[in-house]
């Protein structure tokens, strides 16, 4: 019997499952995608968030801890995180007056910010209209690449022992003495303690313990454009009614230095509806494109993902004993996630004797197009298939390719990991080639084995 079964590897469970791997427990993830973080986590925008409204919330104190963490978690885990900063615009006299009350709320609530002149605000985005007032600039906000976030999270995880399924759907939980029996498509597993991170299918697996729960979808789009350096900063004009049709909304950047604009939120009834249609592009665009002289130069793609919404908060609970729910978190769980990790191991303290392992591995991963010369000859002498360039537009080696199917065998996970495919699409074959490849050679070993499925 495992100690902790976590069902989903989103960035929640997969944060989870790293600190649970830092003590001496029996832990199991399984996820019904093909590598983790593919589901709501990959649709999201990528931004840490200085802080979130209301503040007593749970989400609003999760946030603040959160931030708090992230420089550690990224030395920790290796991923990419850089805190660009998030500009609050006055466009109007109105918000240009409400700076003072705005930064000193925020200031009582522990978020650091610094207010900017017109002057300042104009040098720091130059593409911005010239009509502002002034701002506000909140130096703790950041952006990551989310899948190559969570993925860290489950590589360090699997490194100190958690085990980790993917293609496994839950399909049902039976109470079994003290503990739980886990149905799942590749089998049963038996566990003491279930933690369900399920993200927009997390309603489904309560039920299947008596909890009632509802998720609703809200589906955000994004635009994302070309023209890296159109703004080095998120951006957002101070509202003077907040709008719950763009909850979260801004002139954003990605984890890669390209203008990021949206989410809106829209109601829809299916939770795989990551349709993108015409009017929320040009929703977008007549919302944000005002607060610049001009828009950015060329769309290089748009995409649509959706929240899981439980209320107005994030719903973190223990209906019974040994399961706990890890559900609603939307926005900003992304921001969220290591702090909610946290809390949970908080929660399992009672049930379990939580001793840290002596060896924490502490795993790596190697990006050519981060080398300096002499680091790229050294890998090279390593691993030949360095020497071998796949993405030439993001500099991605065929060893990073190929460490990368071992993170989830599918394209999204290799594309989000490494990086390679994001600027074009000229090497997406190659891609599939190599994963095509790579599920030949699997195949002949479990063919070649004693191994039973």
């Not at 100690?3 to 427990?25: H, M, P, R």
């Not at 926005?331 to 909610?340: C, W």
Request: aromatic share 8%; charged share 25%; hydrophobic share 40%.
């Amino acid at each position: 019997m495992k100690d902790v079964l976590i069902v989903g590897a989103g960035v929640t469970g997969s944060f989870i499952a790293k600190e649970l791997s830092k003590y001496e427990l029996d832990v199991v993830v399984v996820e019904r995608k093909s590598g983790p973080g593919l589901g709501q986590t990959k649709g999201c925008s990528g931004i840490i968030h200085s802080f979130q409204l209301p503040f007593r919330s749970l989400k609003g104190k999760l946030c603040l801890k959160g931030n708090a963490m992230m420089d550690a978690e990224a030395e920790e885990l290796g991923f990419t995180f850089r805190r660009v900063g998030l500009i609050l615009v006055a466009t109007n006299i109105l918000t240009f007056l409400a700076i003072p009350l705005i930064q000193l709320y925020l200031r009582l609530n522990g978020v650091v910010s610094k207010r900017l002149s017109k002057k300042k605000v104009l040098e720091m985005v130059p593409n911005i209209r010239k009509d502002i007032w002034g701002g506000l600039f909140l130096p703790t906000a950041g952006v990551v690449n989310p899948v190559e976030m969570t993925t860290s999270a489950i590589r360090f995880a699997k490194v100190n022992g958690v085990e980790v399924h993917y293609d496994c759907e839950v399909t049902g939980i039976e109470k079994k003495g003290e503990g739980f029996v886990v149905k799942t498509t590749r089998g049963d597993f038996e566990a003491k303690c279930v933690i369900n991170c399920a993200g927009l299918y997390a309603d489904d697996i309560a039920r299947m313990v008596g909890y009632e729960m509802t998720i609703t979808p809200g589906k955000g789009t994004h635009i994302v454009f070309a023209e890296r350096g159109f703004s080095n900063h998120l951006t957002v004009a101070i509202p003077l009614k907040p709008n719950k049709r763009t909850k979260g909304g801004g002139a954003l950047i990605s984890f890669d230095g390209k203008p990021l604009w949206g989410p809106n939120l829209i109601d829809v009834d299916s939770k795989e509806d990551t349709s993108v249609k015409k009017e929320e592009i040009e929703g977008i665009i007549e919302k944000f494109s005002p607060l610049f002289k001009r828009m950015p130069e060329g769309i290089v793609a748009f995409y649509a993902g959706l929240r899981s919404i439980a209320g107005t908060d994030f719903v973190v609970n223990q209906p019974i004993d040994g399961f706990i729910n890890v559900a609603g978190i939307q926005s900003p769980g992304l921001t969220a996630a290591p702090a909610i990790a946290k809390m949970v191991i908080e929660m399992l303290s009672p049930r379990f004797e939580l001793k840290r392992k002596e060896e924490i591995k502490k795993p790596r991963w190697t990006r050519l197009s981060e080398m300096d010369d002499e680091g790229i000859r050294k890998a090279i002498d390593v691993n030949n298939d360095f020497g071998e360039i796949v993405c030439l537009c993001n500099m991605v080696s065929k060893a990073e390719i190929v460490k990368a199917l071992e993170e989830g065998g599918c394209f999204d996970t290799i594309r989000h990991l490494t990086w390679a495919g994001m600027d074009c699409c000229k090497c997406h074959a190659e891609i599939m080639r190599i994963i095509e490849k790579r599920a030949g050679k699997v195949k002949k070993e479990i063919e070649g084995s004693e191994i039973v499925w």
